[in-house]
DNA sequence: CATGAATGAGCCTTCATTCAT
DNA sequence: TATGAATGAAGGCTCATTCAT
């Protein structure tokens, strides 16, 4: 709490004017983050018409976005835990929550034909955390010797052929 | 530390007599399952020879090894976090060991033809994510719904695909 | 901690605000009485030019200061002992501090033609401790029956005598 | 207890079949300590009968005999603090059974006219405390830079002078 | 709205002591 | 007599939270 009123520029009493309890701190904030991405993965979906073009630009645009916000991905990576429940909950909510749009993605690509029925949760949350652990690992990194944005293309062939999508394809990169 | 005391019918000081400090405590908790997760591991490796076998033994040992060990994989991912400095290196060890069991294994089948040349380090951090969520939700839910092992098979199609390689050919179940 | 924060009508981290840990308390607390004490002798010494008379002043004055603090000399004497290396280097360099003083006092005297040559840092370290002593055990009585200020007169001829200056000029009582 | 056990090569609770507790343990280091001492003090002091002599001879006997163990004076005068209120009593009394014997001889020499009346009790103590204060320092310098036994005859003039003897006399060194 | 001194529950750890073997 | 694993009271300390100003 210290450090968050030094950075905050202002005192511990004063940031308890404004947020109820630690735990809320962390949770705002990873409600700010998620609906920033969220929005953001939603217009990369609705620029596109084609299953694939679509999750080619939401993943890109996740994977720009954290390297350009490491900072806040290190802090809800590691001040995440022992939170409280209530952090751990709402983070749960949030990975599944982008779990299912993938899922939804991958219902909708099976759906119109594009790739062959697969089960669609383990599916979503392999993907979900094989991006998850790309970026985790670089951002705590302590040095981030390769740019994030450097492993887009290989994950991006990755995941496409994991439910059987040539990925000669061209990519957004 | 009361509650580890409980649970392990002794007192406080009497867990510090086996173990200098709390943090110690996670840390061979880790190792030990590490190491025998490792060894089981490499069993799996070791018999067989064609790489996509051996891939494949390597999947099914981790998922059916967790798929018995809950308790564990819970309280490592869970209590992980916040024991100090020495516990944190030690887990991105792990981390960083197993993933590295994978990017060899990849980086032979890519020297054996079976697969194209691939960004392997980026590969296996993919991989390791995949996995590696699919046991943490299995791990985390309230009630496991599905059983582990059922995630099996469509994980190892995913994977397998995602290096070209045809999931038709029969896995370990 | 319990003790000194209810002595002091405050909260065991209330204690905290104020000091860095336990042993910090008991270093001020020398410090300033040792400052305090320190001053009174100089204040003492520079109130005379006849050494002899100088001598006098400062164990009159030290004298009177402890038998008005008898509380502070019990406590620094009985749990100084087991707080740690940094209590311990200071408590050292106080009794050398005012070891020192009186070994320069003896010095300027032999210097002056006063008294005759002599071992002054033993001499010191004799007077300090036939100093120190009694007002212990004054300190340390369950119930102080002789006055610490009626020793003076005997203490006075005895370290007076004892460096060959004749006790039977006047001293401050 | 792990130290006195090692030391002493046995068990913890080997220890304890031989002393009720740990301050029983230095209450009978103290005592027989004490005894030993006592007894060399009274041997020197019945090998004499000229009252300066005696005195001269105990000095002696109390610095030589320091000077062999300081080990045991640096872990009385170190360990000694919070042993509990026992081991401070007995302390107590044998600071006081020291006092008790310089302040019969002291009062002896004042009956048979050796030195001219004085407080004996305040004489006693300040001896003992220069005294004291001697040994101890030498005891607890990381590196005795100076024979204990070089202070004898300093001291020896200083306690002769301080009740009037005329130090010229020949002491045992 | 802000401040920062104060609070106190709770944490990890130590260590003299006990006791079954 | 000896062993050493076990005990648990007590200790110092941290830090999220409160509240008078």
Redesign the pocket.
């Known amino acids: ?2 450090a968050i009123a030094d950075e905050s520029q ?5 940031v ?3 947020f109820p ?3 809320a701190i962390f949770i705002a904030l990873l409600n700010r983050t998620t609906q920033r991405l969220t929005r953001k993965i939603g217009e990369a979906l609705s620029s596109h018409d084609d299953p694939v073009a679509r999750a080619d630009a939401a993943l890109y645009t996740v994977m720009r976005t954290f390297s350009r916000h490491r900072g806040i991905a290190r802090l809800l990576m590691m001040e995440g835990h022992g939170l409280g429940r209530d952090f751990s909950l709402q983070m749960d909510r949030v990975r599944a929550g982008f779990s299912a749009i993938i899922q939804r993605e991958i219902e909708e690509a099976v759906r119109t034909g594009i790739i062959e029925p697969v089960d669609s949760e383990v599916t979503a949350t392999a993907w979900f955390g094989a991006l998850n652990e790309v970026i985790t690992r670089w951002a705590l990194s302590k040095d981030s010797p390769r740019s994030l944005e450097e492993s887009y293309a290989t994950l991006r062939t990755l995941l496409m052929r994991s439910v059987g999508v040539d990925s000669r394809r061209d990519g957004l990169r």
């Open positions: 709490m210290d202002t005192s511990r009493g004063g308890y004017f404004h309890n630690r735990e």
